[in-house]
């Protein structure tokens, strides 16, 4: 069985007083499925410190594939691992389309927080001219088997991997729930038996009004949410979806 898990990616928004409010409101929370948040650097101590013993977990949005050193403006998985994080995103579609991560630097980036203790969270997905070229499945094999190769089965299987069509990243355009888990179910087939325990979440314009249905699929193992994170009523709505669904 497994537990689903309901992630919020702030992205770059907040400031220390917006988020003090956002964390407010999410006191009390009330789920079975596991909770995190993934705040900007800059103020995952403050987050750390304000969840601490609340259930809720933090994660980092980005992390270096370099381990210490000359990397200036880089943040290191042990660094993270140090003020209290437990899970980070590698491979988010907006640091691959914006800031030119490639699938190795992804892989490294794997491999460098699972070093550190941490749980990495692997996004992966398709562009819309990519799935309307039927590519889709290809493009995420191939996000998929650049991990596999570079840190092996077994280590991938004891990530989270997150499906995150870029299409629906935003544009308030989900994918349906058959489509989220044709793609899952063909992820955990890609994986084998070890994939069996790995949660893999969707991603995108996942709202409490959406959120029932995907986690109805077998597959949909819990979500990774942007906007719909940053109001607390609404990602406290799906986490309850989440509780009821799996
Ligand atoms: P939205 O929920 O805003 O579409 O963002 C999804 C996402 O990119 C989460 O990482």
Request: negative net charge; proline residues 3%.
């Amino acid at each position: 069985m497994r537990r689903p898990l309901v992630a919020g990616n702030w992205k770059m928004n907040g400031s220390r007083e917006a988020i003090d409010l956002l964390l407010d409101g999410l006191s009390g929370i009330s789920t079975t499925a596991e909770v995190a948040v993934f705040p900007p650097y800059v103020y995952l101590p403050q987050v750390v410190s304000t969840l601490c013993g609340s259930g809720i977990d933090v994660g980092a949005q980005n992390v270096s594939e370099y381990q210490a050193g000359a990397y200036t403006g880089e943040v290191a998985a042990d660094m993270l691992s140090d003020i209290g994080c437990r899970y980070v995103l590698v491979g988010h579609s907006e640091r691959r389309s914006l800031f030119g991560e490639k699938d190795r630097q992804v892989a490294e980036k794997f491999v460098a927080s699972q070093r550190s203790g941490l749980i990495p969270v692997l996004c992966v997905g398709e562009t819309l001219e990519q799935r309307a070229s039927g590519k889709t499945l290809a493009v995420i094999a191939a996000q998929l088997d650049a991990v596999l190769e570079r840190a092996g089965l077994e280590s991938v299987c004891n990530g989270v991997i997150a499906y995150e069509p870029v299409w629906a990243i935003g544009t308030g355009k989900t994918a349906t729930a058959e489509q989220a888990q044709e793609i899952h179910r063909e992820i955990r087939q890609q994986l084998g038996e070890p994939g069996m325990k790995t949660r893999i979440l969707y991603g995108g314009s996942v709202k409490a009004a959406n959120a029932a249905e995907l986690f109805a699929q077998q597959d949909v193992d819990g979500a990774l949410i942007g906007g719909a994170s940053l109001d607390s009523d609404e990602f406290r709505e799906i986490c309850k979806k989440a509780c009821v669904a799996n």
